[in-house]
């Protein structure tokens, strides 16, 4: 039987970097915004930013690798933020490459990458699970041409009326300060407030539940067998809700919205996924892009699950525990774009490990409005490390601040938590929601928490990405960032390769 102890015990490599866009501006309940990145016209200019984005993959990942001194020899997680690979109008068009869609061709790219850099590395012999951040696309093929059609010519007119009337009445935009907690608004707010932007918020809302296009929120997650074929098996997940910060309202320019080349919040939306049969991924030709799946690595089978961003939120994993043909999660990874874990959401069986690669925001002590910084210096959010009780949950975290070209703050972070030894969590009860209770992560007084599996990891590790490109900054709103390292200081022997 296998030790599950054994199989979650692993070390976990976050990239944090921020994702997302330049100078947010909170309207209503939602963000204008630009995405960085440089218009496409065409497939040759979509490969391009492919493979750069590809190409600075790589690179964070081979700073990953060159850790591996100061790793157990047990599995190495690497775990990309959401929004990672994005064009200049938020999703990829439709467009092809080499007969290839851009997910398709982007995710057949970074196989052979991947294999190629682990093969001629120190750590050819050893398994890596690889997350990729999601993809955005959309299957418009001319961008452009779609945003000059008359309907999104009228739908735009409307919003700037409504806008305007907001702004009449002395309301103002403001620089957004927090991009996750934005996505709780249209979650959260009531509608009897009576804030300026009511009638414009139910506009975009109206609008969205009318959607002229779609768009996909994907996840590749790579298993390279070291120990066994040096060979990748590929899986995807899809983002199954949709938040109001996955994409922007445009962006604003003189007092009025315009898209910005953008596909907005206000034309999109994404395809339904369905959990009612456990959310699996399933196997062969009825592969689904399910938030479980079954891997298998040192010969040994791993519930994996993964959950993008608010799909973590809104418990897209604990909804699923003890359903029928569902094992205890071993990992639980939330790659996301202004997300934290959170206790409600802890789906993980015992001794589950559970890890967070966030590239939005820095880590509130709150999920919610009257949320503060952990991580902080002179009283703001910073760059750091630390190791509490945080939202529920006992992580050990670290977050990153960089600065954009005209001296913006942005963050990204990132969380290693375990379950505890007790038996949970339990059945899910729908009505209760976040009234249900997730798995404990530790025992003892929240101010000093334990965990025997967590307390067995160094302090996160470190390091920043760099590179000699000079297009970073046409692609990235604030540069590399940095890989977080969570290793356990002893080595101890993973099970022999055959």
């Not at 490599?13 to 915004?33: D, K, Q």
């Not at 799909?311 to 996301?336: E, F, K, Y």
Request: proline share 4%; hydrophobic share 35%; charged share 20%.
């Amino acid at each position: 039987m296998t030790n599950r102890t054994d199989i979650t015990k692993n070390n976990f490599f976050a990239w944090s970097l921020y994702t997302a866009y330049r100078n947010p501006i909170s309207i209503g309940n939602w963000v204008a915004a630009e995405w960085p990145g440089k218009p496409i016209t065409n497939a040759q200019e979509m490969q391009d930013d492919i493979d750069f984005r590809i190409n600075m993959f790589i690179e964070a990942l081979n700073i990953a690798i060159s850790q591996s001194a100061n790793c157990n020899d047990w599995v190495r997680y690497f775990v990309v933020p959401e929004f990672y690979f994005h064009s200049a109008h938020g999703p990829y068009p439709g467009l092809k490459i080499n007969e290839k869609s851009a997910f398709e061709y982007l995710m057949s790219q970074l196989v052979m990458r991947i294999e190629s850099t682990l093969a001629d590395s120190s750590d050819s012999g050893r398994d890596w699970v690889i997350c990729t951040g999601s993809v955005l696309t959309t299957h418009v093929s001319d961008i452009a041409d779609f945003l000059a059609g008359q309907e999104v010519k009228n739908r735009l007119d409307s919003l700037n009326t409504a806008y305007t009337r907001a702004t009449q009445q002395g309301v103002a935009p403001m620089a957004t300060s927090h991009i996750g907690l934005m996505r709780l608004k249209s979650l959260e707010a009531m509608p009897d407030l009576g804030t300026q932007y009511d009638e414009f918020n139910a506009l975009v809302n109206a609008y969205r539940q009318d959607p002229l296009c779609t768009v996909r929120n994907r996840a590749c997650i790579f298993v390279y067998n070291g120990g066994s074929t040096r060979k990748t098996i590929r899986y995807s997940i899809e983002k199954q809700a949709e938040s109001t910060v996955d994409l922007t309202l445009g962006v604003l320019q003189n007092g009025k919205i315009g898209t910005g080349g953008q596909i907005t919040e206000w034309l999109a939306n994404y395809p339904p996924v369905s959990i009612l049969n456990g959310d699996n991924q399933g196997s062969g030709i009825c592969r689904k892009s399910g938030a479980r799946m079954p891997i298998v690595s040192y010969y040994q089978s791993v519930e994996l699950g993964a959950e993008i961003c608010l799909d973590h939120r809104l418990q897209r994993l604990r909804r699923t525990v003890n359903m029928a043909g569902n094992s205890p999660l071993d990992i639980q990874l939330v790659p996301s774009g202004g997300m934290q874990l959170l206790d409600y959401a802890i789906a993980g069986g015992s001794s589950g490990a559970i890890f967070n690669a966030d590239g939005c925001d820095y880590i509130l002590d709150q999920y919610n409005s009257d949320g503060q910084p952990v991580i902080t210096k002179d009283g703001k959010a910073s760059s750091g490390t630390t190791k509490q009780v945080i939202t529920g949950v006992y992580t050990s975290s670290a977050q990153t601040r960089s600065e954009g070209a005209n001296g913006t703050a942005y963050y990204s972070h990132s969380q290693l938590s375990y379950r505890t030894t007790d038996v949970g969590p339990i059945d899910y009860v729908n009505p209760k929601s976040t009234e249900n209770p997730g798995g404990d992560t530790y025992t003892g007084d929240i101010s000093r928490p334990v965990n025997q599996y967590l307390d067995l990891y160094n302090e996160p590790n470190v390091l920043a990405v760099t590179t000699s490109s000079n297009k970073v900054g046409d692609y990235f709103t604030a540069g590399l960032g940095e890989i977080h390292q969570y290793s356990q200081p002893s080595l101890s022997a993973a099970p022999k390769n055959k």
